[in-house]
């Protein structure tokens, strides 16, 4: 059973920055699919981020690329979520996942219970 336990969440004003963290439990991290969801108010999850087994990564364009950076490091067992240019609208509950084969806006196996991200104007 894969375990998923994000940290780094907050409180943070518009403009700053925030890293998330999920480690994953489990001796096989670096062959799964890692990565990173959101769910505003009221909204559905969506998808913000993946990086594939081999370190390649994919962003949801329209509302992250170029402010957001997701990144692993297997030896840790983890990834990360480098959030820069914070912006009121990225107030969300964040959460990671974790697949053995890809993770996309289609979603993944396996979930994290969530990091709650709160953004000031």
């Known amino acids: 059973q894969v375990q998923l336990v994000e940290s780094g969440g907050g409180l943070v004003q518009a403009g700053g920055s925030l890293r998330l963290a999920c480690a994953a439990s489990?001796?096989?991290?670096?062959?799964?699919?890692m990565g990173w969801f959101r769910r505003a108010p009221g909204k559905e999850r969506k998808f913000v981020a993946a990086i594939n087994r081999s370190g390649e990564c994919t962003y949801d364009a329209a509302s992250v690329k170029g402010r957001f950076t997701i990144s692993r490091d297997n030896a840790k067992n983890t990834v990360y979520l480098q959030m820069n240019g914070l912006k009121p609208e990225d107030t969300a509950v964040y959460y990671c996942a974790l697949d053995p084969i890809v993770v996309d806006r289609r979603g993944a196996a396996y979930w994290g219970q969530g990091t709650q991200v709160t953004v000031s104007s």
């Open positions: 489990g001796r096989t991290f670096s062959r799964y699919a």
